[in-house]
């Protein structure tokens, strides 16, 4: 029994045999001893077991497709990942010009690009119009008139979405609610219908679709029903307007289960949507998926070595090799994530904090967690697939860890550890 009372996720991809965690069929413990810790490790199966179940629920009982998935990569961006799924026939919702520039280097098609964001700036929607993706979600007014500004400076055509937002509560995290009104995203509910309006006129821009997400780690299906609402609704009205809204783009944030959390079965959240689409004759519309965190957040794990055990009067410490910098969310979300000793020992067990070598309090990955382990163990941090990676940082001068996938009996090393050196190589100290 490792943690008191919260049960751990339950996974593919990562099993525990006799004691021992795997990674699909390598154990962990040989994981590290080859590629050292902290160590970010991502199943295969796990990844490609994720998205078929969305691809099929996009798929109705007749073979048609109802959707597509645009994968959100801002999750996990690692080009190993993202071509992964390229491979199974995904797209991918971006965020930045450097998620355009992870697209392109893998080569996937301009045309299953959408890119989202409040601040793109012209240099990104340049690069953007010139991929020719397939639509800017516009999150402001002003936004609007840059990209039209940007089209014709480059005598080409935008294809755009307005982002609604419907002022929807999300039910999540405060830091990643994003269809509030409260909430920097999107366009204003009341101002979408006139915004439309003011971008049917515009030169450069045509008007393809209408976006909303409302937020990330949803665990019910009754906010996007609300939002979804709310959008047809102004897909309605646009058409009596005669502005034609060809692609429905749901967002993402469907959430997952780090311990005792039960988020709807993929098929019965795509078809309870899938399903109000169409009750609301709007079946005709493409409908675009941007899941992130579901795709990917329980096919990773994050391997760290138990450095020192510091028993106190009031807390015992557990200190790990990875901290805050290699998985920012416990910090920065007081997020919950599964902890456990990669094998198993007889050692006692007692009540501890897992904390990193940050100088910083927030700076803990679990806290009283009842584990049996002694220096020089190992712990796998579960459920680290999603915006574990992305979020590290080089605080501390800390070198970001390694990623490998496994597949099966194999292992590759999909980034490599960097080394400390490289951290201050593009610094220079002033002249004499
Ligand atoms: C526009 C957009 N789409 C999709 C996502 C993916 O979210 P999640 O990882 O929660 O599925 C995000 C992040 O919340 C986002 O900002
Ligand atoms: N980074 C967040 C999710 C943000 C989603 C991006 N809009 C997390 O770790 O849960």
Redesign the pocket.
């Known amino acids: 029994m490792i943690s008191k009372a919260i049960p751990l996720p339950s996974l593919t991809g990562f099993s525990e045999r006799n004691g021992n965690w795997y990674a699909e069929d390598i154990a962990l413990a040989d994981l590290a001893r080859e590629f050292g810790t902290p160590l970010y490790v991502y199943s295969k199966s796990a990844l490609s077991k994720a998205y078929q179940a969305y691809d099929k629920a996009c798929v109705d009982k007749q073979g048609k497709r109802r959707a597509r998935i645009h994968y ?1 990569m ?2 996990n961006s690692n080009l190993a990942v993202i071509n992964c799924f390229k491979e199974l026939g995904a797209g991918f ?1 971006l ?1 930045s010009g450097g998620e355009l520039a992870r697209a392109l280097a893998i080569g996937a098609d301009p045309k299953s690009l959408v890119f ?2 409040v601040g793109k700036s012209a240099k990104e929607i340049a690069e953007a119009l010139k991929a020719g993706v397939k639509c800017i ?1 516009v999150e402001s007014i002003a936004e609007l008139h840059k990209i039209n500004r940007v089209a014709t400076e480059l005598g080409l055509r935008a294809p755009i979405s307005l ?1 609604v937002n419907p002022d929807v509560d999300a039910q999540t995290h405060p830091y ?1 609610s ?1 269809g509030l009104k409260g909430n920097k ?1 999107g366009i204003a509910y009341h101002e979408v219908l006139k915004t439309y309006r003011e971008a049917s006129q515009l030169a450069q821009i045509d008007v393809v679709g209408i ?1 909303c ?1 409302i ?4 665990t019910t299906t009754a906010p996007y029903l609300d939002a979804l609402d709310k959008v047809l609704d102004l897909v309605a009205q646009l058409k009596k307007e005669g502005i034609v809204i060809h692609h429905l783009d749901l ?5 997952i289960s780090y311990s005792d959390e039960t988020p709807p079965d993929i098929t019965d959240f795509t078809d309870t949507l899938l399903n109000r689409v169409a009750e609301r004759g709007f079946g005709h519309l493409d409908v675009v998926l ?6 990917v ?1 329980n096919a990773g794990v994050l391997l760290t070595t138990v450095e020192y055990l510091k028993p106190g009067a009031e807390k015992n410490f557990c200190i790990v090799d990875a901290a805050m910098t290699e998985l920012m969310r416990p910090a920065l979300y007081e997020a919950h994530h599964g902890i456990v000793p990669v094998q198993a020992k007889q050692a006692k067990a007692l009540t501890y904090d897992v904390v990193g070598p940050v100088c910083e309090s927030g700076d803990w990955l679990g806290r009283d967690r009842h584990l049996a382990v002694e220096e020089g163990d190992l712990l796998a941090i579960l459920s680290a697939g ?2 574990g990676f992305v979020m590290a940082s080089n605080y501390n001068t800390r070198p970001k860890p390694a990623e490998i996938i496994v597949d099966g009996k194999n292992a590759y090393v999909i980034r490599a550890r960097e080394n400390t050196s490289d951290l201050f190589a593009s610094e220079a100290v002033l002249p004499k």
Not at 251 to 255: D, E, F, N, R, V
Not at 290 to 295: F, I, V, Y
């Open positions: 959100a801002k999750a919702d965020v989202a964001g979600n982002r990643i994003t995203f976006d997400h937020g990330s780690q949803i967002g993402g944030g469907l959430g941007e899941p992130g965190r579901s795709l957040g999603a915006y």
